[in-house]
């Protein structure tokens, strides 16, 4: 069985398990604060549960690294790191909101640049989006790409939830030129649909991130064509710790990415 | 024939007229600025045109004010008004971004508080909002109302796109207290989506939005139980006329108002 089949089951039994759940009062249970830091909802245990249940019944040698359970060694002799938010978004979850989604990435090295596999599943509908390092990334099994025309409109996803006053002046440039800001609320799906050519410019600056937001995203957004720099404008990498934060400019092409760099006056 | 029932087959012919249309190239073609002033997609086209069609094979009489077409007499003798945004979220719908609806509210005078029914269909999912003054706000004909726990999460929308440097400062403390800021792009379905409890506050104080865009979804805020104030902290109103650009803010409950009061320094 190959990395990427192993992501998408886990991905696919998530879903099964977690879609009757979304927007019941149920769903919103409090199990105290996971290792990233938020609260655990009864919906994200639930997802958990299923991913790790399933590594070890099929006896998958790695390290897990999860959003609610931190590090759990599941072998001896780890072929690599699994990096997991089994819910992506799960106030939305909770809310009824039907944008969140299931995060799974896999890395042979402690490093977001070590990443070989990646699956985002979208637990509103079911699509599937996945990538390979060097072999591409796909949206149901087709290939996908972030968006290539450069005069089209200009949809720019920001995140500012709790932003601090300096980050906020530097993102005003990007706020008051952009006529179509969106938020969604569920960063691993905001990388997948920046990756189908949906938003063109995908911007976190507000150094919160953890790295299982972000993992599985990375490597779709990369293999779609896009561009990922940190805020000092250098390609985006990080140790997998979970202790990380990270912000990040997502863009779609080069023309994108010099026009945000220059408005954040980055570099 | 009831107005409501009016308005939700002319939603219901959009629904059906336009849904092969989403996220297509086709669906972009410019059709040149509509009388609200942005370009008209060839999505917006189709949807005016199926609503003005409807209404003139029912001989409805009424004064349409439409997005694109502006004022459109229909009759010597006007029962009312007829506010459409046959398609708000245009930019979403043509992307393929899942979050785009057909607005329609009638009004027996010229006013927003005059408004007596209205219909917001979610295009992407065929999913009917409604409501008639001093009957409530429903959903598939179920009843919905505006978010009334006041220690749940706290999600808030704010529109951004293009906001000046003063309004963004007069944001500012919002968005550093606001742990989910959300925006998904057409303010008819957030008003919506807000009254049905996904979003407990909904701010945009752009002084863009015009009456297309608000109408329908402010009756069925207010008669799900929300609050809609303008920007001195008064209770929102207008006249019909499509130069008029709103500000608003929405809130599910007094406690949230009052907070949102304070926070924005209004009053």
Same mark, same amino acid.
Not at 33 to 55: C, F, P, Q
Not at 127 to 145: D, S
Not at 181 to 207: S, T
């Given at each position: 069985?190959?990395? +990427?089949?192993?992501?998408?089951?886990?991905?696919?039994?998530?879903? !099964?398990?977690?879609?009757?759940?979304? #927007?019941?009062?149920?769903?919103?249970?409090?199990?105290?604060?996971?290792?990233?830091?938020?609260? $655990?909802?009864?919906?994200?245990?639930?997802?958990?549960?299923?991913?790790?249940?399933?590594?070890?019944?099929?006896?998958?040698?790695?390290? =897990?690294? %999860?959003?609610?359970?931190?590090? =759990?060694?599941?072998?001896?002799?780890?072929?690599?790191? +699994?990096?997991?938010?089994?819910?992506?978004?799960?106030?939305?979850?909770?809310? #009824?909101?039907?944008?969140?989604?299931?995060?799974?990435?896999?890395?042979?090295?402690?490093?977001?640049?070590?990443?070989?596999?990646? =699956?985002?599943?979208?637990?509103?509908?079911?699509?599937?989006?996945?990538?390979?390092?060097?072999?591409?990334?796909?949206?149901?099994?087709?290939?996908?790409?972030? !968006?290539?025309?450069?005069?089209?409109?200009?949809? =720019?996803?920001?995140?500012?939830?709790?932003? $601090?006053?300096?980050?906020?002046?530097?993102?005003?440039?990007?706020?008051?030129?952009? !006529?179509?800001?969106?938020?969604? %609320?569920?960063?691993?799906?905001?990388?997948?649909?920046?990756?189908?050519?949906?938003?063109?410019?995908?911007?976190?600056?507000?150094?919160?991130?953890?790295?299982?937001?972000?993992?599985?995203?990375?490597?779709?957004?990369?293999?779609?064509?896009?561009?990922?720099?940190?805020?000092?404008?250098?390609?985006?990498?990080?140790?997998?710790?979970?202790?990380?934060?990270?912000?990040?400019?997502?863009?779609?092409? /080069?023309?994108?990415?010099?026009?945000?760099?220059?408005?954040? /006056? +980055?570099?």
């Amino acid at each position: 069985m190959r990395v +990427i089949e192993v992501l998408q089951e886990a991905s696919l039994r998530v879903y !099964n398990n977690v879609k009757h759940l979304a #927007g019941t009062e149920e769903s919103g249970g409090d199990f105290g604060r996971g290792a990233g830091g938020d609260i $655990s909802r009864k919906i994200d245990i639930v997802a958990e549960k299923t991913v790790l249940d399933y590594l070890k019944e099929i006896k998958f040698d790695c390290t =897990v690294l %999860g959003e609610e359970c931190g590090r =759990v060694e599941l072998s001896k002799n780890p072929k690599g790191f +699994i990096i997991m938010d089994a819910i992506d978004g799960s106030t939305n979850a909770v809310r #009824g909101i039907p944008f969140f989604c299931c995060s799974l990435a896999f890395a042979t090295d402690n490093k977001l640049s070590s990443i070989t596999d990646s =699956v985002v599943m979208d637990l509103s509908n079911g699509e599937m989006y996945h990538a390979i390092k060097g072999k591409g990334a796909f949206l149901n099994g087709k290939r996908i790409h972030a !968006n290539e025309k450069k005069h089209f409109y200009f949809v =720019v996803g920001l995140d500012m939830s709790g932003i $601090s006053q300096d980050s906020l002046q530097q993102l005003a440039p990007i706020i008051s030129a952009s !006529n179509h800001i969106r938020h969604f %609320g569920a960063v691993a799906l905001e990388l997948a649909i920046f990756a189908r050519g949906l938003v063109d410019v995908f911007v976190d600056l507000r150094d919160k991130l953890r790295i299982t937001d972000v993992a599985a995203g990375y490597l779709i957004a990369l293999e779609a064509g896009g561009y990922i720099i940190d805020k000092s404008g250098k390609f985006l990498d990080s140790d997998l710790s979970y202790k990380s934060r990270i912000s990040f400019i997502a863009a779609a092409n /080069k023309e994108f990415l010099d026009d945000i760099v220059k408005k954040l /006056k +980055i570099r």
